[in-house]
């Protein structure tokens, strides 16, 4: 019996990779004004730029990287078909601009494939099995949800105690695989709050194709880190190696970790609140394996997901088949999934060909035409995947979104209930973007802020796919 992506499937993590374009994306100079000055051209970036740009403002965009997209990232030319090293859906695709915008740049946009299986041992779960299986995820859900209206404890420590065959499944679907940490380091007010994610929506193109192309037409400085930011009241000063860049305002999109790290340094230094704020929302580990086998070893159809029963979190999610092609996906994330990834790439692989052979019974090392795999905590310029709130922190998403001077934060940490997800990351730069625009006094006419769809969302009660 197959499982819907409704009832299971958790997050998945983040990514894209493209051509390098230069270092100036739009083959300019780099500016010596500007109204807002953003930094980092993932989602949160490009969306607060685009909202800067839509108000007639002057924006440049800076970018660490040599490509768009952040944590958004599709390889194109590592196998037969796109593969997203980072985020593989979006979600709610009836309030989510970026569905109509992708739709509208000619990308192909459809709902992710609904079935997944479970593997016990070397055989698929039965009916009764799978059954047995989505009832401990609902009671694991309420049981948080619950604890979530007295205190902001650890999610691991309010779990019912008689899940059975099914406790380490459930800890890996709603922990590790939904959020990038083990259950003990994750807020039950953080996974209480968070919105409904279970309507995946995939492209054909690749997700960080997708976040790409809504940024081409931007002005972005790719390659080019902001090295420290003055800031007051009034004004802001950016420093680069290519120089220095005044502006009015400044909105950093940089993930949680990054910024608690000290990576760019602010004169004056940021308040101790915000830096606080954004060490208690500090990034899970999420990373994949990908595998291009030959044939179709394992008898699967196409974008095929399948979990296991297991008895703790060293186990992993496979997407096999993707687009039809022999390419499949070993998704690795929490403790184990960050220790395996701070090895190497041929102890991941190895893990991988092992864990399937495990499932299935065969000698997968033959099958193996190549490999690759991702490794987001080791990267300088993200240091992880998504950010999760560490029990009692979840207020912090709040604090991350208070200006300072003329200074504003924007990316999935500072959404309170889309965290971890490239949707949050988008509606937070426009939020960054709007705060900073009427900080400067652009929008001293109401007419000139976007019409917002008033769809509301759901809080989701089950596992979430990012």
């Known amino acids: 019996m197959a499982i819907t992506r409704?009832?299971?499937?958790?997050?998945?993590?983040?990514?894209?990779?493209?051509?390098?374009?230069?270092?100036?994306?739009?083959?300019?100079?780099?500016?010596?004004?500007?109204?807002?000055?953003?930094?980092?051209?993932?989602?949160?970036?490009?969306?607060?730029?685009?909202?800067?740009q839509a108000a007639n403002r002057k924006v440049i965009v800076l970018e660490a990287d040599s490509r768009l997209g952040g944590r958004c990232w599709t390889d194109s030319t590592a196998f037969d078909v796109p593969f997203d090293r980072g985020a593989r859906w979006l979600h709610n695709p009836e309030t989510n601009p970026m569905v109509r915008l992708a739709r509208s740049a000619g990308l192909d946009i459809s709902a992710a494939p609904l079935g997944q299986k479970i593997r016990i041992g070397q055989r698929y779960a039965r009916a009764g099995e799978t059954?047995?299986?989505?009832?401990?995820?609902?009671?694991?859900?309420?049981?948080?949800?619950?604890?979530?209206?007295?205190?902001?404890?650890?999610?691991?420590?309010v779990l019912p105690k008689d899940l059975g065959?099914?406790?380490?499944?459930?800890e890996f679907v709603l922990g590790a695989n939904g959020t990038g940490k083990d259950l003990r380091d994750v807020s039950v007010v953080d996974k209480a709050r968070a919105q409904d994610r279970n309507a995946?929506?995939?492209?054909?193109?690749?997700?960080?194709?997708l976040v790409a192309k809504l940024g081409e037409q931007l002005p972005v400085a790719l390659s080019t880190p902001a090295n420290r930011i003055i800031?007051?009241?009034?004004?802001?000063?950016?420093?680069?190696?290519?120089g220095r860049i005044a502006a009015r305002a400044v909105i950093v999109t940089v993930s949680s970790n990054v910024l608690a790290a000290g990576s760019i340094k602010f004169t004056p230094?940021?308040?101790?609140?915000?830096?606080?704020?954004?060490?208690?929302?500090?990034?899970?580990?999420?990373?994949?394996?990908?595998?291009?086998?030959?044939?179709?070893?394992f008898g699967l159809a196409r974008d095929d997901a399948l979990i296991e029963q297991s008895n703790s979190t060293r186990t992993a999610l496979l997407s096999a088949n993707i687009a039809g092609s022999s390419l499949c996906l070993v998704d690795v994330a929490g403790s184990f999934g960050r220790d395996l990834s701070s090895q190497s790439e041929k102890a991941m692989v190895a893990f991988a060909v092992?864990?399937?052979?495990?499932?299935?019974?065969?000698?997968?090392?033959?099958?193996?035409?190549k490999s690759s795999?991702?490794?987001?905590?080791?990267?300088?310029?993200?240091?992880?995947?998504?950010?999760?709130?560490?029990?009692g922190g979840q207020g912090s998403r709040k604090i991350l979104t208070e200006p300072t001077g003329n200074l504003f934060l924007a990316g999935e940490a500072t959404h309170e209930t889309l965290w971890g997800t490239v949707d949050g990351a988008w509606e937070s730069g426009e939020r960054a973007a709007e705060a900073a625009l009427k900080k400067i006094g652009a929008l001293a006419d109401p007419m000139a802020a976007p019409r917002r769809s008033p769809g509301q969302r759901r809080r989701t009660r089950g596992a979430s796919v990012n």
Request: net charge positive.
């Open 6 to 52: 409704r009832d299971l499937l958790a997050a998945s993590a983040a990514a894209v990779v493209l051509p390098a374009i230069g270092s100036r994306a739009w083959g300019a100079p780099l500016p010596r004004e500007a109204d807002i000055v953003v930094i980092g051209a993932g989602a949160a970036g490009i969306a607060a730029a685009r909202r800067v």
């Open 373 to 391: 795999v991702t490794r987001w905590n080791a990267s300088p310029l993200t240091l992880g995947a998504m950010s999760v709130a560490a029990p």
């Open 231 to 242: 800031w007051n009241n009034r004004e802001v000063t950016v420093e680069t190696s290519a």
């Open 200 to 209: 995946a929506i995939g492209c054909r193109q690749g997700v960080g194709a």
């Open 354 to 369: 092992e864990w399937l052979k495990k499932l299935f019974g065969s000698d997968m090392a033959a099958t193996v035409k």
């Open 131 to 157: 059954e047995e299986l989505l009832a401990a995820l609902v009671r694991a859900n309420r049981a948080i949800d619950e604890a979530s209206r007295k205190a902001d404890v650890a999610c691991a420590s």
């Open 165 to 170: 065959d099914w406790a380490g499944t459930a």
């Open 269 to 297: 230094e940021l308040p101790k609140r915000q830096l606080d704020a954004a060490a208690k929302l500090s990034l899970g580990s999420y990373d994949r394996i990908a595998l291009q086998l030959v044939g179709n070893p």
